[in-house]
Structures are given as C-alpha cells and as structure tokens.
C-alpha cells in the first residue's frame, strides 16, 4: 500500500472509530478511548469524556475526508510528494485539535466534580 493510500483512508477511518465513542458503545478499557487515571477510576467521566471526545474525533475525521479530496482534486498539477505532506500536514492539524479539546473537556469535567 502506498503512503498517498494510507493518507486517504485515514478521514474515513477516523471518523469510523469515533462514532462507537461518541454513542457511549465503549466501556472502560485499556485500548481504546480516552485512558487516564481520572477516565478509569470513574465510569460516568470515562462515558462524558470519550462522547465529546469521539465527536471531535469524527468532526477531525470528516474534515481530513474532504479536505484530502479537495486536495487531491486541486493539486493534480503537483509533485505526489507536495499532495502527500499537505495530507499528512491536515491530519496532523487535525490530530492536535482533537488532542487539545480532549485535554481541555478533560480538566473541565473534572473541575466539574
């Protein structure tokens, strides 16, 4: 499988893995999820925090989809190098947005207690 492949999958496979959190589908546990001491040692922080954290997730996940379509509609003209790094440059930034919120939605919840 080739790096652009693997980029265009990832919108569509984040969004997929968001939705079971966002629907409170997953309990506590070790692999999946948002998994920090306060998440673990508290089911109803643990369901709160992984809701608002799965819907940012596929928020993240929709934006990736259609951003690297755009791209790819838009940069025909480009060295598939430039197409890749602006992908990976989007999931990244989408990445770190979603890490941001949850940290945050993290600390209110818990100032909330």
Known sequence: MN???LLVVSGPLLFMLAI???MRMVPRNVLYGVR???TMSDETLWYDVNAACGRDLAVA???VTVGTWVID????AWVPE???LAIAALLI???AWVS???RSVLRSARVAR
């Open 3 to 5: 790096p652009h492949t």
């Open 20 to 22: 079971p959190l966002w």
């Open 36 to 38: 920090t001491r306060a």
């Open 61 to 63: 996940g929709a934006l």
């Open 73 to 76: 509609a838009r940069s025909a």
């Open 82 to 84: 430039f197409r890749n």
């Open 93 to 95: 930034v989408s990445l």
């Open 100 to 102: 941001l919120r949850c």
